[in-house]
Nanobody, 125 residues
Framework: QVQLVESGGGLVQPGGSLRLSCAAS????????MAWFRQAPGKEREFVSR????????SYADSVKGRFIISRDNVKNTMYLQMNSLKPEDTAVYYC??????????????????WGQGTQVTVSS
């Protein structure tokens, strides 16, 4: 079992930045492909970014490409999401997720077995 805890959310003005963290416990993070998803009120949970077990491979949703950067530190058992040039449409609860069944996880949230509790990101002036 892997326990995941997100932190770093908050209120930020449009154009601002935030860095989310996802700390793992229970097992080493290197056993999981990891991803970030988000869910806005009344909307489906959507893929944001994913990263392979070693951090070599990454991908992003088109809506965040060029603005967000995913990374991981397997020694610290932590994954990160650096969010720059934030827009009001980025407002959502952000979740980190882990998948032990592959090297490079899916963009489909149903494929992940481990989830954090979520952290709220609000972009507003």
């Amino acid at each position: 079992q892997v326990q995941l805890v997100e932190s770093g959310g908050g209120l930020v003005q449009p154009g601002g930045s935030l860095r989310l963290s996802c700390a793992a416990s229970g097992r080493t993070l290197s056993t999981c492909a990891m991803a970030w998803f988000r869910q806005a009120p009344g909307k489906e949970r959507e893929f944001v970014s994913r990263i392979s077990r070693t951090g070599v491979r990454t991908s992003y949703a088109d809506s965040v490409k060029g603005r967000f950067i995913i990374s991981r530190d397997n020694v610290k058992n932590t994954m990160y999401l650096q969010m720059n040039s934030l827009k009001p449409e980025d407002t959502a609860v952000y979740y980190c997720a882990g998948d032990e069944n592959g090297y490079y996880g899916s963009t489909e949230w149903r494929e992940y077995e481990y989830w954090g509790q979520g952290t709220q990101v609000t972009v507003s002036s």
